[in-house]
């Protein structure tokens, strides 16, 4: 916990999806980052159990990623990007395009995954007007998806709490494939379950419903993070593919945490070996030292709306933040080091110690589920009677003041450690949240 002579004043901000009141009686405060550790402002060292946000893949401090925002604040602080560009956006574009599956070359600079998201949905929407479809409006996300916080978002998601108090006012026209998670099938599966793969026969029970000339589009996580990282079952995504493909409709690949090598591949697109039409991206993008996200695109839906427009603008949707300048200089140098430093291949490279090291925790008290795959983890608790969310809100607390950051979703403990997480320190964190379940109700 953070002590009292380094607080300041608490009661303006208004934190996001924080328990606000309760964190204020209690703060945790961060003053500094290196490597893979956070500093606290009491001093005390945190182990980064989670790359911030699942956002800080190439670690904290990065000194290439320092200079170059700091040379390029002094070069150009800022430029336009509505009739005018700068050559790094171009630059920037080039690099993310080649680690994007092959064709899927045109990218649309955004400053987060909500708007890369609702990016992506309007991508959607204007490719089949402009094919002369324009009666295909309707898009599918699924149950427990995440796709940030716009009403775009939020409408295709799938987390009840983050749609329940802006339920009047979702996009119309959206519906939900069911989620894939079944304890009773799947519990302590390492990697992809094996059953599961029928859950994508529920996107032919919409189309039969809705019927496919009304469909624009289908999202989804192709691993689900923020409900409490939910693996793909075997053929899952493949079906999806396939059914996708059949009745025209395009696939969303919502990418924004697994995107940049957090499964040991360029994206879980290529981790998978299936290519969606457009795939949504940020966090680890510019390593989230500057805010930054994209949408990278199929170039034939780029060229369909590009192409369609007689003249002027083709597509009225943008960002004044659009490649920003300080976004494109994180965005090379991040890009840089992840290939310099091979991280991705670092990440695949630790999968199975970091597979072995979560599974050890299958027996531990209060556990469930343990589920991973490339250097994402889900540990499932048994939900406290009648205080849902409270245990794992507990070992979270805890683990923080042992000095081990971890996220929480309900009872659900996450980790995504940064790909440069060493061996030792992937034993830390589990035996961190092991010990400290032990000490729990
Ligand atoms: C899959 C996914 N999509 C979208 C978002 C939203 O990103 P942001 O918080 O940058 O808007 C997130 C954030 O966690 C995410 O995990």
Redesign the pocket.
Known sequence: MTSQANIPDLSNLWMPFTANRQFKTQPRLLAKAKGMYYTATDGHQVLDGTAG??CVNAGHGRQEIIDAIANQAAELDYAPSFQLGHADSFRAASAVAKLMPQGLDRIFFTN??????DTALKIALAYHRARGEGQRTRLIGRERG????GFG?ISVGGISPNRKTFSGALLPGVDHLSHTHDLSKNAHTRGQPAWGEHFADDLERIIALHDASTIAAVIV?PLA??TGVLIPPKGYLEKLRAITEKHGILLIF?E??TGFGRLGANTASEHFGITPDII?L??GISNAAVPA?AVAVKRDVHDTIVGAAATGIEFFHGYTYSAHPLATAAILATLGIYEKDKLFDRAKGLSKTFEDAAHKLEDARHVIDVRNMGLVAGIELQPRPGAPGARAAEVFAKCFDQGLMVRYTGDIIAVSPPLIIEEAQIQEIFQTIESVLKTID
């Open positions: 946000l699942w987060s995954g909500s708007e890369s998201v995440y796709h940030g916080v978002g996580e993070g923020s919502d924004v945490i949504t940020a966090k996200g």
